[in-house]
Structure formats: structure tokens, C-alpha cells
């Protein structure tokens, strides 16, 4: 954005509206903002547990924003695109499968009063 418009609002504002795969890739881009705001020792003791994975469930829905968005920008129905959006739905799928309970396990994660996240995984 900076060396193709410089940086006029105007015209990224223009860009997004005009092209529907623009809004999508731009919906992901500012989905996944929140989430790596959040993706720390402070922000998830002061968000608290339940409120951080409701917010973080948003990964899955700018996930299919991005897979759609590639689809829509390589424009031509190939083997590629349609292979990033099948590991997608795979990752999705088996992620969703798994719950917050088996990923916080995994990871060694405990939550308690003062939020302590333990890196030891």
C-alpha cells in the first residue's frame, strides 16, 4: 500500500469497495489485528479466559476470509488455490475437533486467578 497508493485513503477506501477480493483479504487483515493484540501474557490475564477464546475464534472465520481471498486473486481455477483451501479446512476442521480443553493441554497452558502461561511446551 505504501509504494502502490501511497498511502491515499482515498484510493485504498476506493480499492476495497471496488474489488471484492480486496474486501476479503482486508476482512482477514483486520480480523487477525485483535488477535495478535491479544496474543500475550497481559492481554489474556486482562481479557480473562472465556472472553480471549471467544475473540480468538475468530482465527477460523479469517481463515476461510484468506482462503477465499486466494482463490479470488489467483482468478483462474487451478490445483493450487484448491489445495491451500483443502489443508486449510483439514487445520479447521481438526482444530475445531479438538476444543479449547485439548489445545490448552497441549500447550501447557494454565489459567488461573493471575493468568499464568506457562511456555514449557
Not at 46 to 53: C, D, E, H, S, Y
Not at 111 to 117: H, K, L, P
Request: net charge neutral.
Amino acid at each position: 500500500m505504501v509504494f502502490d497508493m501511497e498511502l491515499d485513503v482515498a484510493s485504498i477506501a476506493a480499492d476495497v469497495v471496488r474489488r471484492p477480493y480486496v474486501s476479503l483479504g482486508m476482512l482477514a487483515f483486520v480480523m487477525l489485528v485483535p488477535l495478535a493484540v491479544t496474543s500475550n501474557a497481559t492481554m489474556t490475564g486482562w481479557l480473562g479466559r472465556k472472553n480471549w477464546q471467544c475473540l480468538h475464534r475468530l482465527v477460523y472465520v479469517a481463515a476461510i476470509a484468506g482462503t477465499a481471498h486466494f482463490i479470488m486473486v489467483v482468478k483462474v481455477l487451478s490445483t493450487e488455490p484448491l489445495v491451500y483451501a483443502g489443508l486449510r479446512g483439514i487445520g479447521v476442521s481438526s482444530a475445531g475437533a479438538a476444543g479449547p480443553a485439548a489445545i490448552s493441554a497441549s500447550h501447557d497452558i494454565r489459567w488461573d486467578s493471575q493468568a499464568v502461561i506457562d511456555h514449557r511446551f
